[in-house]
């Protein structure tokens, strides 16, 4: 079914709706009507939508009703819990209404749109213009059909930043991390949780991989660096380094020993780290993360006296020259 098909299709569901009452004093009616007068099944949105179909030009109702629901293709307990939740939220009517159109357009079934609403209750209250302005921005940044889909139901969260905040993510990772434009998108794929992280810390994490562990952007790529919290990194790093597992590469970027790659340190769960990778047993690893703990505290704290009572004139030497992960170790 073609794009141009939903659309009519919807809006003559939307204007079928129009004149309903609606529910409590947030616009929302609850008349149980049978699913027989279903127009929509959850079949039409599952087959044959477009996730680059325009959503502009839908026009839609401005009362969200039960019957509206079933319309959709939920079922009478989905439709009961989206008015329940739509109530919780504070979110309007046509704003509500909006946001479902604009998800089941880009290709998701009303189990995956509950699923995604579940998920992230602030995309009821998200405006129709910046919900297509978002998604039209996330597929510029290379987010296309299939992974759309899966970003926005992995992490619906990213529909809710501003396409500023997003965009200064991506360029960060371009001009300061030097991924190249795919790598950025992979890493939006993902791990899409990255918009929401502060750059600083983001960028000593990618410094810290890059400088102290010699590992390249593509590596990071592929082993979803990002989905990783630093502390972890750095754990599960020093614990095989200290125990003569890795070695930080030269300036050829060569090591005496075969160092493990990135993916086999992260991209697995403690257990299989510890008994493939570090040989090492769970309690030698608690007595270490332990130790590790006690030592980045005192590290904080004699940086933390040194910003305070450092001499400026050598603080204006190094601004500039180097920053985050290499400002650091310098000190």
Known sequence: ????????????????????SILNQKGLVR?????SSRVLSSNHYQTGVQPNADTSNLKTGKELTLRSLLDMGFTDTQAEQVCDAVTKSRGHSDTALS????????????SSVLKVLEKCPDLYRVKGAQFNQRISNLRKLGLLEGSMQRVVSYYPQILTFPMKRIN???RFLRERCLFTFPQATDILRDSPA?????????????????????VKQAEMVRSKLFRVPLEEVRCRHCFLERRGLYQTPDKKGQTLILNPKL????GVNEETYLAEVAMATQEEYSIFRKLMEKEWQEEEGQERDMMSGGDEEDDDEEEGEIDGYQKRRKR
């Open 168 to 170: 200064n993510v991506v």
């Open 194 to 214: 990255v918009v929401e992280e502060d750059l600083g810390p983001l960028e000593y994490k990618f410094q810290y991989v890059y400088f102290r562990m010699g």
């Open 31 to 35: 008349n149980a009507l049978p699913t």
């Open 1 to 20: 079914m073609s794009a141009h098909i939903v659309s009519r299709q919807l809006l003559r569901w939307t204007l079928r709706c129009a004149n309903r």
């Open 99 to 110: 946001t479902l159109t604009t998800l089941f357009v880009l290709g998701l079934n009303p």
């Open 263 to 266: 993916n086999d340190i992260l």
